[in-house]
C-alpha cells in the first residue's frame, strides 16, 4: 500500500507539475501577447506623435518663412519712404538756400521773427 500510495502522490504531483507548467506557459504567452500589443500600440502613438510633430515643424518653418518675408518688404517699404523723404528734405533745402541767395535781407527777417516768436512760445 505505501507503494501504491506513493505512486498515487507521484500521480498527483506530475499532474500538480503539469498543470503549473501548463499554466506558466499561458501565463508566458499572455505576457507576450500584452508586451506585443502594447508595443504595436506605444509605436502607432509614437508615429502619431511624429508625424504632428513633422506637421507643427512644418507650420512653424513656414510661418517664420511668411514673417522673414514680411519684415523684407516692410524694410523695402521702409526704405523706398525714407527715401523718399530726404529727397523732398533736399528738394526743399535747395529751395530754401534759392530763396536766401536771391533775397537776403528778407530771409535774415523771417529767421528773426521766427526766432522771436519761437522764444516766446518756448518760454511759457
Known sequence: MNKEVQAQENGVQNDIHGRIDQGAERVKQATSDAVATSKEKFERAADHVEERVHHATDKAAHAANRATDKVSEATERGRAAYDQARDRADEWLDEVREYVREKPV???????????LLGRILRR
Open 106 to 116: 528778407q530771409a535774415v527777417g523771417i529767421a528773426l521773427g521766427a526766432g522771436w
